[in-house]
């Protein structure tokens, strides 16, 4: 049979076209495309290769096996150490060289700790404010195993105000017995027998006086030059010491 | 019939029928059989279908996930982009509801500003529902975005031309666009972490269990234990995306 003289015209331009969308597809279709859908499939592994910044509680363990078998005993169970710790493959990878920050300030903890209504009722909350201000949390609460500090009741529930001024203020940690002894016969008659109070300078400057033991922060003063005339509360309010 | 012309006829289809498939292999239609790649560690996505379950109840507010999310997944440190993101929901005696999410909850959040009492509040962390039914694939005009074997909707990078369809198609406004690398951006529900059996990094520093993970169908896995312990509920159902990120305790003004 002879084609007609078109169609074999036609035929020539039908091959040239086709040979061109075979071209212009290896050339410009990505080789992955199209093995699992319409999409290029080798784009998956690279996004799989993307990596980690968190380690994984499980990698802290493998080292730190102290720390996880307390953390795994206490309320802070369910809290993964980088939540606390920041994203640590990079100290996981070079143990030594990369140190991994531990948040020691007040501004972490009231990330989830502080009060808000939105939050839901029972999970612990305190007021960042009014809660022993300036004092790191740490200083009470161990992180890897939080539990409220046991809180004077005793004292506060008949000398509320004290204990209210005492909590706000550079004392709020000191519990009541460092400057009173409390026999036990104050709790029974309370206006027959006294708890004892501190009497001379010499008291306050365990702590405040230089080169005293104890807390660094404390301020220090001179004894024999800091108004040696006079007795310390009659400046210093000892439930509130800023007040003068 | 004129002879010549069915013979002409015959010829034409016969010649069709030995072209096709040698155009079919060229066009290379999808593979109806798909099949997960085998990675490295010998990971086979045909193998899985993740989702994730999110507790109303337990949700604090605290905004981890959303700052391990960023450092994560190297997404832009600034107050408009976000993988996930946690959302407050303030609803006073009047039933008026406020929604805030000051940073995407990323420095926690401040107690709320209402003239009138609370009737009620709570928190809710929201990121891409990685739809079984997803918009944004669909409009894709070149197949840069993806749902994998795996039930996980992603973006290939160096194929998105950017031209934000997928962001205008999202529901749940889950997508955005990458300032640096002029493409579509989204969560991968840390598809880098799935592949090393490990869990997305939101998952991971939640510190009440808010969040829970795993397989959607027919396995032992914490997700499966939470839809079946929980009433849970989708985002708008409506629209029959078929979300894999379950709520539970759920209220019903959340959008």
């Given at each position: 049979m002879?084609?007609?003289?078109?169609?074999?015209?036609?035929?020539?331009?039908?091959?040239?076209?086709?040979?061109?969308?075979?071209?212009?597809?290896?050339?410009?279709?990505?080789?992955?495309?199209?093995?699992?859908?319409?999409?290029?499939?080798?784009?998956?592994?690279?996004?799989?290769?993307?990596?980690?910044?968190?380690?994984?509680?499980?990698?802290?363990?493998?080292?730190?096996?102290?720390?996880?078998?307390?953390?795994?005993?206490g309320n802070h169970r369910g809290v993964a150490c980088e939540v606390c710790h920041g994203p640590q493959q990079a100290h996981v990878d070079a143990p030594l060289d990369v140190k991994p920050p531990a948040p020691r300030d007040r501004g972490f903890c009231p990330l989830c700790h502080a009060y808000n209504p939105s939050r839901p009722t029972g999970f612990p909350q305190i007021d960042p404010v009014a809660h022993?201000?300036?004092?790191?949390?740490?200083?009470?609460?161990?992180?890897?195993?939080?539990?409220?500090?046991?809180?004077?009741?005793?004292?506060?529930?008949?000398?509320?105000?004290?204990?209210?001024?005492?909590?706000?203020?550079?004392?709020?940690?000191?519990?009541?017995?460092?400057?009173h002894q409390v026999p036990q016969q104050h709790k029974v008659t309370p206006r027959g027998v006294r708890p004892?109070?501190?009497?001379?300078?010499?008291?306050?400057?365990?702590?405040?006086?230089?080169?005293?033991?104890?807390?660094?922060?404390?301020?220090r003063i001179s004894l024999a030059e800091h108004n040696p005339r006079y007795l310390c509360w009659q400046c210093h309010y000892p439930h509130d010491p800023k007040t003068q | 019939?004129?002879?010549?012309?069915?013979?002409?006829?015959?010829?034409?289809?016969?010649?069709?029928?030995?072209?096709?498939?040698?155009?079919?292999?060229?066009?290379?239609?999808?593979?109806?059989?798909?099949?997960?790649?085998?990675?490295?560690s010998g990971y086979d996505a045909t193998e899985h279908l993740y989702g994730m379950g999110i507790d109303i109840q337990k949700c604090i507010g605290c905004g981890r996930c959303v700052a391990a999310c960023k450092a994560e997944n190297d997404v832009p440190m600034d107050g408009h982009h976000f993988n996930t993101w946690v959302e407050r929901y303030v609803i006073d005696e009047n039933g008026d509801v406020t929604v805030d999410s000051p940073?995407?909850?990323?420095?926690?959040?401040?107690?709320?500003?209402?003239e009138s009492q609370i009737r009620r509040s709570f928190f809710v962390p929201k990121l891409c529902n990685h739809c079984a039914n997803p918009p944004c694939v669909?409009?894709?005009?070149?197949?840069?975005?993806?749902?994998?074997?795996d039930g996980v909707v992603l973006v290939d990078d160096t194929y998105c031309i950017g031209c934000r369809y997928c962001i205008q198609?999202?529901?749940?406004?889950?997508?955005?666009?990458?300032?640096?690398?002029?493409?579509?951006?989204?969560?991968?529900?840390?598809?880098?972490?799935?592949?090393?059996?490990?869990?997305?990094?939101?998952?991971?520093?939640?510190?009440?269990?808010?969040?829970?993970?795993?397989?959607?169908?027919?396995?032992p896995t914490p997700l499966a234990r939470f839809i079946r312990m929980n009433d849970v509920q989708v985002l708008k159902p409506h629209l029959n995306t078929k979300p894999k990120v379950y709520y539970a305790n759920l209220d019903g003004e959340v959008r």
């Amino acid at each position: 049979m002879k084609l007609p003289q078109q169609v074999v015209h036609l035929g020539a331009v039908f091959a040239v076209a086709v040979a061109a969308l075979v071209v212009a597809r290896t050339l410009l279709v990505p080789t992955t495309f199209g093995d699992l859908g319409h999409y290029r499939a080798a784009a998956i592994d690279s996004i799989a290769a993307h990596p980690k910044k968190y380690a994984g509680h499980q990698e802290c363990a493998l080292c730190h096996d102290d720390l996880a078998a307390k953390r795994a005993a206490g309320n802070h169970r369910g809290v993964a150490c980088e939540v606390c710790h920041g994203p640590q493959q990079a100290h996981v990878d070079a143990p030594l060289d990369v140190k991994p920050p531990a948040p020691r300030d007040r501004g972490f903890c009231p990330l989830c700790h502080a009060y808000n209504p939105s939050r839901p009722t029972g999970f612990p909350q305190i007021d960042p404010v009014a809660h022993n201000p300036l004092t790191p949390c740490i200083t009470c609460h161990d992180p890897h195993a939080p539990v409220p500090p046991a809180v004077p009741q005793e004292c506060g529930a008949c000398h509320g105000q004290i204990e209210r001024q005492k909590a706000l203020s550079h004392h709020a940690n000191l519990p009541c017995v460092t400057c009173h002894q409390v026999p036990q016969q104050h709790k029974v008659t309370p206006r027959g027998v006294r708890p004892t109070k501190p009497e001379d300078r010499a008291f306050c400057g365990r702590c405040h006086a230089e080169g005293a033991s104890g807390r660094a922060e404390a301020p220090r003063i001179s004894l024999a030059e800091h108004n040696p005339r006079y007795l310390c509360w009659q400046c210093h309010y000892p439930h509130d010491p800023k007040t003068q | 019939m004129n002879p010549d012309r069915r013979r002409f006829v015959e010829d034409a289809l016969k010649a069709c029928a030995a072209g096709c498939p040698l155009l079919l292999a060229v066009i290379r239609l999808p593979a109806a059989a798909a099949q997960g790649p085998a990675g490295e560690s010998g990971y086979d996505a045909t193998e899985h279908l993740y989702g994730m379950g999110i507790d109303i109840q337990k949700c604090i507010g605290c905004g981890r996930c959303v700052a391990a999310c960023k450092a994560e997944n190297d997404v832009p440190m600034d107050g408009h982009h976000f993988n996930t993101w946690v959302e407050r929901y303030v609803i006073d005696e009047n039933g008026d509801v406020t929604v805030d999410s000051p940073n995407g909850g990323f420095d926690g959040f401040p107690p709320p500003k209402t003239e009138s009492q609370i009737r009620r509040s709570f928190f809710v962390p929201k990121l891409c529902n990685h739809c079984a039914n997803p918009p944004c694939v669909q409009v894709c005009p070149v197949g840069a975005t993806f749902s994998t074997p795996d039930g996980v909707v992603l973006v290939d990078d160096t194929y998105c031309i950017g031209c934000r369809y997928c962001i205008q198609a999202c529901p749940y406004g889950a997508r955005w666009f990458h300032p640096a690398k002029q493409v579509a951006a989204k969560c991968t529900l840390c598809y880098h972490r799935l592949v090393k059996g490990l869990v997305p990094a939101c998952v991971e520093v939640c510190p009440t269990g808010a969040r829970t993970f795993g397989e959607v169908e027919h396995r032992p896995t914490p997700l499966a234990r939470f839809i079946r312990m929980n009433d849970v509920q989708v985002l708008k159902p409506h629209l029959n995306t078929k979300p894999k990120v379950y709520y539970a305790n759920l209220d019903g003004e959340v959008r």
